[in-house]
C-alpha cells in the first residue's frame, strides 16, 4: 500500500514496526490520517483485521477512521470487508464486548445489563436511604457526589482516604459511611448481575489479569491503536498495559494540549509518561498543520504556550498566509448574535456551506440566546453538546421497560417502571420487585396485587413483560413498539408535550431495527449516548445545511472552515465552576485551545461585556463581564482587536468604570450627605 499522501514523519509513524509507538500530534497534524493509513498499512502488510483493536474516544470517531480504513484499502467490498472485521469502538464498548465473550472465566453473567452514570446515581441514592446514612446533624453527600468520589477513587486507581483528602475534604468525616455505602453498593449490582461503566473497565481488568483467561484475551489481538491517548485515565493506561505488557504491537496517540477530561478522571500524564512505562518506545512528533492557516497557527501557538506542563512543539503550515483571527467586543449578547449571524450569512453567500461554520462555546446554556435568534430568522442549526438524548425523562422510562426485559433483576429499571403507574411508589415498587429478582422472571406478578390505582393496567403489563423477555420473542422494533403502545397513556398523564416526547419514542423505534438484538441496542445506546433525535435517526442527507453549534467538549477532533467561538469572558472560560486549582485553569485554557484550533481559515472570537443572568434578560439582571485571562495583551498580539459597534460600544461600556462596586460606593457617599 502506498503511503505517499503523507508526509514524512506521519509515513514513519504510519510505517512503524511493532515497537511501542506513540504518536504525538498538534491539532490539525492528520492524526486521523496517520491512524487510518497504519491500520490499512497493518491489514496490507498481512495482519488480519480482527486480530487489530482500536480504540476511540467514541463510536462516531471509530466509524470514520474505519471509513478512511476502506477507503484507502481501494473501498470496494474487499476494503469494506476488512475494515467491518476490525474492533472498533470505546474503551467500555470493547469491554462489554470481550465481557459477554470471555466473561464465565471469571464468573461472570454473560447476560449482564449495564447501569450508565443516572442509574448508578439512582441506586446509590436508595442504599443510602436504607442504610440510613443520612441520619445525624451531618449532612450526608448527595447521590451525584457519592456517585462521584465511588467513580474517580475506581479510575484514578486511589484509595478513597486519599481522594477524600484531596479533592472531597468536606467529606472526609463521613468516610466510614461512604465505605460501607460502597461495598453494599457492590453486592447489590452482583445480585441484580449488572455493571455500571466504571465496573466494565475494572471487570476488564480482572480478566486479563486471569491466569487462564489472561492469555486467551491478550492472544485475540496482534495490534491495539489508541486515538486520543490523553484522555485516558489510570485504569484504561493499565488496562492497555496488560493487553500488551511489552508494548508490542501497540500505538496509542494524543495531544497533550487537548487533553481536556479530567474531570472523568483522565490524567494527562499517561501521554506525557508513555515513554517510561514502555522502554524503548518509539515517539513521533507532528508538527505540520494541514489544517490552519498560518496566521491562525500565530495565535493558537501563542495561546497554548501558556500552559504550565506539555510536550513543546511550535505548530507550522505550509499554506499561504491568511487572515489574521479577530477578537471582537460586543456590548452584549444580543450583538454577539447579531454579528455571528451577519458574519454566517455573508459568508454563506460567499459559497461557503453553513455546515463548514460553527459556533463555539464553554457550556451548553451559552448559546441559548443565539439559539433563539437563529430560530427567529428561520436559519436551520443543529446542536451538539448539552443535554443527551438518553437524559431525557421519557427515553430513560422506555430504555427502563427495555432493560427490565432483558433483565428482571435490575431493580434500578424495575422502580422506575413500576412508578410510572399511579398507585405505585419506591416501597411498593420494592415489595413488587423483589419476588422478581427472587424468581428471575415476571410470573410472580400474575398473582400480585397491586395497588387498586394500577389494577387497570397491570394485566397488560405482565402480559407484555411475559411475551417480550420470552427468549424468541418478537423482533426488536416490534417489542420497542409494543412498549411504546402501553406508555404512551403513562406518558401523557406524567409530562408535558407529550406529543413531542412520543415522536422521539418512535425514533427509538425506527432505529431499533439496525440493531441485532436488544441487548446490543441496550448497551450501544448506554455507552455511546446519540446526542438528539437527529442524530439516532442516522447521518443527516448531503442537502441538509445547517449552523453547527457545539460545546467545545463535543467539537473535538472536528474541523471546520471558520469558527466562531462566543463568551469568551472570564467566569465562561475559564469556567467559573473550575477556578480552584492551577491544574483546572491549566485544563480550561488546553479547553480554549481545542476551541480555537478547529478553524481552518476564519477565526472569529467574540467576548460580550454585558451578559445577563439567566433566564436570558428575564429579571434584568446583568454582570459586566472581564475578557478571558487566556488572551493578555502578548496573545492578543496576533488577533485584530475591534470594537462590534464602535459607537454604541463607547457609550454602554462607560459605564462598566462605574458599575458594580464603585457604583455603590458612589451610592452610599451620596446617601450620606441627603
Ligand atoms: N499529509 C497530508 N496532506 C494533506 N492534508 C492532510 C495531510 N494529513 C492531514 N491532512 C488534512 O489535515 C486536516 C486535519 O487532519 P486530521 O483530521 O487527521 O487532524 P487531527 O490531527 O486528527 O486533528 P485534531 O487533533 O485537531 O482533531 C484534514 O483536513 C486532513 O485531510
Known amino acids: 500500500m502506498k503511503l505517499d499522501a503523507l508526509d514524512d514523519r506521519q509515513r514513519e509513524a504510519a510505517a512503524h514496526g511493532d515497537e511501542p509507538l506513540l504518536i504525538v500530534a498538534g491539532a490539525g497534524t492528520g492524526k486521523t490520517t496517520t491512524l487510518a493509513h497504519r491500520v490499512a498499512h497493518l491489514i496490507d502488510r498481512g495482519v488480519r483485521p480482527e486480530r487489530i483493536l482500536l480504540v476511540t474516544f467514541a463510536r462516531r470517531a471509530a466509524a470514520e477512521l474505519l471509513r478512511r480504513v476502506d477507503g484507502l484499502l481501494n473501498g470496494g467490498a474487499r476494503g469494506r470487508a476488512a475494515s467491518g472485521r476490525v474492533w472498533g469502538g470505546t474503551f467500555h464498548a470493547v469491554a462489554t464486548r470481550l465481557l459477554r465473550l470471555h466473561g464465565e472465566h471469571i464468573g461472570l453473567h454473560p447476560g449482564f445489563t449495564i447501569h450508565d452514570r443516572a442509574d448508578s446515581e439512582d441506586l446509590l441514592d436508595v442504599l443510602r436511604a436504607e442504610l440510613d446514612l443520612a441520619r445525624g446533624d451531618r449532612r450526608f453527600p448527595r447521590k451525584a ?129 508513555f515513554p517510561l512505562r514502555y522502554p524503548g518506545a518509539r515517539s513521533v512528533v507532528l508538527t505540520q498543520s494541514f489544517r490552519s492557516t498560518p496566521t491562525l497557527l500565530e495565535a493558537t501557538n501563542r495561546v497554548i504556550a501558556q500552559a504550565r506542563e506539555r510536550h513543546a512543539k511550535e505548530l507550522w503550515s505550509a499554506r499561504p498566509g491568511g487572515e489574521r483571527p479577530e477578537l471582537v467586543t460586543c456590548r452584549d449578547e444580543e450583538q454577539q448574535s447579531e454579528l455571528v449571524i451577519e458574519r454566517v450569512l455573508a459568508r454563506r453567500e460567499q459559497g461557503m456551506d453553513l455546515r463548514r461554520q460553527a459556533v463555539l462555546f464553554r457550556a451548553s446554556h451559552h448559546s441559548a440566546q443565539l439559539e433563539i435568534e437563529l430560530g427567529r430568522r428561520g436559519i436551520p442549526f443543529r446542536k451538539y453538546g448539552g443535554l443527551r438524548f438518553l437524559e431525557a425523562a421519557h427515553v430513560r422510562d422506555l430504555l427502563a421497560f427495555l432493560r427490565l426485559l432483558e433483565n428482571p433483576r435490575d431493580l434500578v429499571a424495575g422502580t422506575r417502571v413500576l412508578s410510572l403507574l399511579p398507585g405505585i411508589g419506591p416501597h411498593i415498587a420494592r415489595a413488587l420487585l423483589d419476588p422478581v429478582v427472587a424468581h428471575g422472571g415476571f410470573a410472580p406478578w400474575r398473582a400480585a396485587r397491586p395497588p387498586a390505582a394500577a389494577a387497570p393496567r397491570w394485566p397488560a403489563l405482565v402480559a407484555m413483560c411475559e411475551e417480550l423477555s420470552a427468549p424468541h420473542g418478537p423482533a426488536l422494533p416490534v417489542q420497542v413498539h409494543r412498549v411504546r403502545d402501553f406508555y404512551a397513556p403513562l406518558c401523557e398523564a406524567r409530562y408535558d408535550h407529550a406529543d413531542a416526547r412520543l415522536r422521539d419514542l418512535e425514533q427509538l423505534e425506527h432505529a431499533a431495527a439496525a440493531f441485532t438484538d436488544r441487548s446490543t441496542m441496550l448497551a450501544e445506546l448506554t455507552l455511546d449516548p446519540p446526542q438528539s433525535t437527529q442524530e439516532l435517526a442516522g447521518p443527516p442527507s448531503l442537502d441538509d445545511d445547517y449552523l453547527v453549534l457545539s460545546t467545545i467538549h463535543s467539537a473535538k477532533g472536528l474541523e471546520f472552515d471558520a469558527t466562531y467561538v462566543i463568551h469568551a469572558a472570564d467566569g465562561n472560560i475559564p469556567s467559573d465552576l473550575a477556578t480552584g486549582r492551577p491544574e483546572e485553569i491549566d485544563e480550561e485554557l488546553r479547553l480554549f485551545y481545542v476551541a480555537l484550533s478547529r478553524a481552518r481559515d476564519h477565526l472569529t472570537v467574540l467576548f460580550p461585556l454585558r451578559w445577563y443572568d439567566r433566564p436570558a434578560g428575564v429579571g434584568g439582571k446583568h454582570s459586566y463581564a472581564q475578557l478571558t485571562r487566556f488572551l493578555p495583551p502578548a496573545v492578543r498580539a496576533a488577533f485584530d482587536e475591534r470594537a462590534a459597534a464602535p459607537e454604541a460600544l463607547r457609550a454602554e461600556a462607560l459605564p462598566t468604570v462605574e458599575s458594580g462596586v464603585s457604583a455603590e460606593i458612589r451610592k452610599r457617599m451620596h446617601d450620606l450627605w441627603s
Open 145 to 273: 457526589t457519592c456517585a462521584d468520589i465511588y467513580s474517580r477513587c475506581v479510575n484514578a486507581r486511589e484509595p478513597l482516604g486519599t481522594l477524600l483528602d484531596r479533592g472531597f475534604p468536606w467529606c472526609k468525616e463521613h468516610e466510614d459511611g461512604l465505605k460501607l455505602l460502597f461495598r453494599t453498593y457492590t453486592d447489590r449490582k452482583a445480585e441484580q448481575n449488572v455493571l455500571d461503566f466504571d465496573d466494565l473497565l475494572v471487570f476488564l481488568d480482572g480478566l486479563l489479569a486471569d491466569p487462564a483467561a489472561g492469555p486467551i484475551v491478550r492472544g485475540r489481538f496482534d495490534a491495539v491503536l489508541v486515538d486520543e491517548y490523553q484522555d485516558t485515565n489510570a485504569l484504561q493506561a493499565d488496562l492497555l498495559e496488560r493487553l500488551r505488557p511489552s508494548g508490542r504491537g501497540l500505538t496509542v496517540v494524543g495531544d497533550d494540549a487537548q487533553a481536556i477530561y479530567s474531570f472523568r478522571a483522565a490524567t494527562v500524564r499517561n501521554i506525557l509518561d
